[in-house]
């Protein structure tokens, strides 16, 4: 019964201090994203980086202390080129832009990173006890 006098009750409408309409007063920014959005977007990296993902099996897992720092750059950079272009966004429709730009870049950084780092890891010659190991077994 509580719930049916609450969904009856009458909502009072927002009043502003001026006494106009608060929807005039009411103004956001898309652009830029607050610190607290870009810490997210770097956490949301480290897990991508080092968590079980598909990037992850194709071309293997970043450890726990790599990912961090690498996930903070790519952010830093991803962040940097769309401020580069977006700049201070004059409209909604700019900050928009500007947030899929930066969104665009933190991917495509993202594989990048991932890509560079698989064709190191086969690049890299085998250990140089394993040779040895195969040259005493001929012996």
């Given amino acids: 019964m509580a719930t049916d006098e609450l969904a009856a009750a009458p909502v ?11 929807s005039a007063a009411f103004s956001f920014s898309i652009w830029p994203p607050t610190q607290r959005t870009r810490d997210a977007v ?12 598909i990037l992850c099996k194709r071309y293997g897992a970043v450890p726990a202390a790599d990912a961090e720092p690498a996930a903070r750059v790519i952010e830093a950079e991803a962040f940097d080129a769309a ?5 201070a ?6 900050g928009i832009e500007a947030l899929q730009f930066y969104s665009k870049e933190v991917s495509r950084r993202l594989l990048d990173f991932v890509k560079s780092r698989a064709a190191e890891a086969k690049a890299e010659p ?14």
Wanted: aromatic share 0%; proline share 10%.
């Fill in 12 to 22: 009072p409408a927002p009043v502003s201090p001026a006494g106009g309409d608060q």
């Fill in 42 to 53: 770097v956490r949301r990296l480290v897990e991508t980086l080092a968590g079980d993902t």
């Fill in 83 to 87: 401020a580069a272009t977006g700049g």
């Fill in 89 to 94: 966004a004059a409209s909604v429709e700019e």
């Fill in 126 to 139: 085998p250990s140089e006890e394993a040779p040895a190991a195969a040259e005493g077994e001929a012996a």
